[in-house]
C-alpha cells in the first residue's frame, strides 16, 4: 500500500538550515509527484513545494529563496533543504504523494514536528 | 496568492445537518478539496474536485460549489465527525488552505 514517512532532526538552532527526507513506498516517484506541506500549531496548513513525477521543481513563492526540494529514486527518497530558519518555521512538516488532475493530497505521511529553538 | 476564508467554529448535535462553508479570494474553478484533521493526525481527504467523495469516506459527506463559494456538508452528523476541517485550492499557485473550521459535536 501507498505510504509516505518523513525523517529528520526535531530542534534547529535558528539560522541553521533543515534537512528532512520523505521515505515512499507502494508507489515510483517516476509516477507520481510528492509535495511538501507544514503545519504550524492550530493553524492552517501551508504548501511548501513540489518534486514533479518528471524531476522538475515548484516552490512556493513564499519560501522559493530559502527552499530546495531533490530526490533519489533508486532509495525512493524526496529530500527537503531550508535555510535560514525562524522560530516561525516551527510545526509539523509531512510530505503528500500529489493525484489526480488538479493535484490533491490523497496520502500524507504522519508528519515530524520541527521546533526552532536555541 | 488565493486567499481561503472558513468560519472558525461550529458546534452541532448528533444527526443534524452542518454545512461547512470556504470562500475563495478568485475563482478556483473546481480545483477545491476538503480535509478532515483529528489532533495529533495528519490531514485527511474527503472530497476532491469540489464534489466527488474520496474512496473510503462516508457518503454522509458532501462538497458542492464553483468558482469562489465553497460548501462541505455533513448529513448526518455523528460524534466522531469531532474534527477541524479544512478547503485547499490547487487551480492558482501557489496551492492554498484555509484556516481550518473546528467542528465540535455537542
Known amino acids: 500500500q501507498v505510504q509516505l514517512k518523513e525523517s529528520g532532526p526535531g530542534l534547529v538552532q535558528p539560522s541553521e538550515t533543515l534537512s528532512l527526507t520523505c521515505t515512499v513506498s507502494?508507489?515510483?516517484?517516476?509516477?507520481?509527484?510528492v509535495s511538501w506541506v507544514r503545519q504550524p500549531s492550530g493553524k492552517g496548513p501551508e504548501w511548501m513545494g513540489r518534486m514533479w513525477y518528471d524531476g522538475d521543481t515548484a516552490y512556493n513563492s513564499a519560501l522559493k529563496s530559502r527552499l530546495s526540494i531533490s530526490r533519489d529514486t533508486s532509495k525512493n527518497q524526496v529530500f527537503l533543504k531550508m535555510n535560514s530558519l525562524q522560530t516561525d518555521d516551527t510545526g509539523t512538516y509531512y510530505c503528500?504523494?500529489?493525484?489526480?488532475?488538479?493535484?490533491?493530497?490523497?496520502?500524507w505521511g504522519q508528519g515530524t514536528l520541527v521546533t526552532v529553538s536555541s | 496568492d488565493t486567499v481561503l476564508t472558513q468560519s472558525p467554529a461550529l458546534a452541532v448535535s448528533p444527526g443534524e445537518r452542518v454545512t461547512i462553508s470556504c470562500r475563495a479570494s478568485?475563482?478556483?474553478?473546481?480545483?477545491m478539496h476538503w480535509y478532515q484533521q483529528k489532533p495529533g493526525q495528519q490531514p485527511k481527504l474527503l472530497i476532491y474536485g469540489a464534489s466527488n467523495l474520496e474512496s473510503g469516506v462516508p457518503a454522509r459527506f458532501s462538497g458542492s460549489g464553483s468558482g469562489t463559494d465553497f460548501t462541505l456538508t455533513i448529513d448526518p452528523v455523528e460524534a466522531d465527525d469531532t474534527a477541524t476541517y479544512f478547503c485547499q485550492q490547487s487551480w492558482n499557485d501557489p496551492f492554498t488552505f484555509g484556516s481550518g473550521t473546528k467542528l465540535e459535536i455537542k
Open positions: 507502494g508507489f515510483s516517484l517516476t509516477s507520481y509527484s
Open positions: 478568485e475563482s478556483v474553478s473546481t480545483g
Open positions: 503528500t504523494r500529489d493525484d489526480g488532475r488538479w493535484n490533491w493530497f490523497a496520502y
